[in-house]
């Protein structure tokens, strides 16, 4: 499928956003910036970080489900102190990245499937028993916790932020929709799918459901399935360059390299 100067949609949050924004705008590739979810930090930010200095030395092991878990986490804990002497996890190779940028080099990531599935499949999570920290949000997937349990692992949940769905969708976007501009639709999650779908509302859901879109997982593409989605793509992984990657193979451009 190569969509003809379909804009491409991206639906992440500006902080996750930019470095993909950025490898497209080097390609040339027509693009629009739509965040869908908003982040937000803990409802009550002193009462968690108290919580994580008294308990810091319970934990043997640390995961990470995202890159906004860690930099949240970042705004209330010094991380390179807080994780040393544990095993660190994160679901992706960008988390994994920041991590390393800010001090904490040693941290187990799955090597292709970035997703909670991945991260179960290491070695090192296999068998409790140890205590492990869970950084994420509320209302989330509950599979790796629950699996952990099951394997024998204690495990203590940190919501370091929130997710909120934005309701107004950008001028821009906006536009775009009413004039049925051609669209080639990103998400990295199932929350993001749903939220696009609030956003642009019923009188062009339809119209939406048959843009071409990418996702990163099998689960996503079985969801964007239920919810009606008709042309589903699906990249290697979440991180930028598998993003990259799909998207120019949908563009019919030569791919190019991305960090």
């Given at each position: 499928?190569?969509p003809?100067?379909?804009?491409?949609?991206?639906?992440?949050?500006?902080?996750?956003?930019?470095?993909?924004?950025?490898?497209?705008?080097?390609?040339?590739?027509?693009i629009?910036?739509?965040?869908?979810?908003?982040?937000?930090?803990?409802?009550?930010?002193?009462?968690?970080?108290?919580?994580?200095?008294a308990?810091?030395?319970?934990?043997?092991?640390?995961?990470?489900?995202s890159?906004?878990?860690?930099?949240?986490a970042?705004?209330?804990?010094?991380?390179?102190?807080?994780?040393?002497?544990?095993?660190?996890?994160?679901?992706?190779?960008?988390?994994?990245?920041?991590?390393?940028?800010h001090?904490?080099?040693?941290?187990?990531?799955?090597?292709?499937?970035?997703?909670?599935?991945?991260?179960?499949?290491?070695?090192?999570?296999?068998?409790?028993?140890?205590?492990?920290?869970?950084?994420?949000?509320?209302?989330?997937?509950?599979?790796?916790?629950?699996?952990?349990?099951?394997?024998?692992?204690?495990?203590?949940?940190?919501?370091?932020?929130?997710?909120?769905?934005m309701k107004?969708?950008?001028?821009?976007?906006?536009?775009?929709?009413?004039?049925?501009?051609?669209?080639?639709?990103?998400a990295?999650?199932?929350?993001?799918?749903?939220?696009?779908?609030?956003?642009?509302?019923?009188?062009?859901k339809?119209?939406?459901?048959?843009?071409?879109?990418?996702?990163?997982?099998?689960?996503?593409?079985?969801?964007?399935?239920?919810l009606?989605?008709?042309?589903i793509?699906?990249a290697?992984?979440?991180?930028?360059?598998?993003?990259?990657?799909?998207?120019?193979?949908?563009?019919?451009?030569?791919?190019?390299?991305?960090s």
């Amino acid at each position: 499928m190569k969509p003809a100067r379909h804009m491409v949609v991206i639906t992440r949050p500006p902080a996750q956003a930019e470095a993909l924004l950025q490898a497209l705008r080097n390609t040339g590739t027509p693009i629009l910036h739509q965040p869908v979810l908003q982040i937000l930090p803990p409802v009550d930010p002193v009462a968690l970080q108290r919580a994580l200095e008294a308990e810091r030395h319970r934990y043997s092991l640390a995961l990470f489900t995202s890159l906004n878990a860690v930099q949240q986490a970042a705004t209330l804990i010094h991380l390179p102190d807080w994780l040393a002497g544990k095993s660190v996890f994160a679901v992706g190779q960008a988390t994994a990245q920041w991590l390393a940028e800010h001090g904490v080099s040693e941290v187990q990531v799955p090597a292709r499937k970035q997703t909670s599935e991945g991260l179960l499949a290491l070695p090192a999570l296999q068998q409790g028993p140890g205590q492990a920290a869970l950084f994420n949000a509320a209302g989330g997937r509950t599979l790796l916790q629950q699996t952990l349990r099951q394997r024998g692992f204690v495990v203590e949940e940190y919501h370091v932020y929130r997710r909120e769905t934005m309701k107004t969708p950008s001028p821009a976007f906006q536009q775009a929709v009413s004039e049925r501009q051609p669209l080639l639709l990103t998400a990295t999650s199932t929350a993001m799918l749903e939220g696009l779908l609030a956003m642009t509302g019923e009188q062009h859901k339809a119209w939406l459901l048959q843009q071409p879109l990418v996702v990163i997982s099998p689960r996503m593409a079985e969801q964007a399935r239920r919810l009606g989605f008709a042309q589903i793509l699906q990249a290697a992984n979440a991180s930028n360059p598998a993003l990259l990657q799909q998207i120019q193979q949908c563009m019919g451009q030569e791919p190019a390299s991305s960090s």
